[in-house]
């Protein structure tokens, strides 16, 4: 099955910087990527996504870029804020009927410093 | 956004016995996933469903049963329930097509076994 690698683990930045994490996958036939944010104790929440007829999707301070190619795909934080603390999760999954399975990243832990 | 609900939200059982949780979607979407989530691991998918009646096995699915009795509801069931098995489960829903796929997270089930 596919497999997501997510790095880094933990990434600390300070208040107004750019924070960047990095995902790569395995399964070419992959074509969906979407980006999940976590606050301590809530569920995950869709932030930005991306589908593999795109290499690039900005949704106001988040970028997300894929290189298909590569297999790798990220996720770009402008103008961090405190508020952007919190844990972060790729994945990837083929998409279309009976199918829309999501394989996760491990995930990382942003913290934002003022 | 969808409306996926759990419960219990809070759970402790003993080695040995029976569990089951449960999840209802009120937006009516085809498929529907239960994960698991641990430090380190990220989140992990056990059972998931394309529709009332239909179960399929995730990446982990040893330990655990799943039932999709109706469109809305989808159960994940512990038989012998193990130590191991101390998690905070997730469910989502999600539509499962190619241009509808995002999946929308529950509040999360904290299970503690004894």
């Known amino acids: 099955g596919e497999q997501v690698e997510q790095l880094p683990s933990i990434l600390r930045v300070q208040e107004g910087s750019s924070a960047s994490i990095n995902c790569s996958y395995e399964?070419?036939?992959?074509?969906?990527f979407p980006w999940y944010k976590q606050e301590p104790g809530e569920n995950p929440k869709l932030i930005i996504d991306?589908?593999?007829?795109?290499e690039r999707k900005q949704i106001q301070e988040l970028i997300v870029l894929l290189d298909k190619k590569a297999k790798r795909f990220s996720l770009h934080i402008t103008d961090t804020q405190p508020g952007d603390s919190a844990m972060y999760f790729c994945?990837?999954?083929?998409?279309?009927?009976?199918?829309?399975?999501?394989?996760f990243g491990h995930g990382t832990i942003l913290r934002v410093h003022p | 956004e969808a409306a996926v609900t759990q419960s219990p939200r809070n759970k402790v059982a003993v080695t040995g016995g029976k569990v089951t949780l449960s999840c209802n979607q009120t937006?009516?979407?085809?498929?529907m996933y239960w994960y698991r989530q641990d430090t380190g691991h990220g989140l992990r998918l056990i059972h998931y469903?394309?529709?009332?009646?239909?179960?399929e096995k995730g990446d982990i699915p040893d330990g655990y049963k799943a039932s999709r009795p109706s469109q809305e509801n989808f159960s994940l069931i512990l038989e012998l329930a193990t130590p191991s098995q101390t998690s905070v489960y997730f469910c989502?829903?999600?539509?499962?097509?190619?241009?509808?796929?995002?999946?929308?997270f529950g509040p999360g089930t904290r299970l503690l076994v004894l």
């Open positions: 989502a829903s999600g539509e499962g097509d190619c241009n509808q796929d995002t999946q929308y």
């Open positions: 399964d070419s036939a992959s074509n969906y």
């Open positions: 991306i589908r593999s007829n795109m």
């Open positions: 994945a990837a999954s083929l998409t279309g009927a009976n199918t829309g399975k999501l394989t």
């Open positions: 937006n009516n979407h085809n498929n």
């Open positions: 469903s394309y529709g009332a009646g239909s179960t």
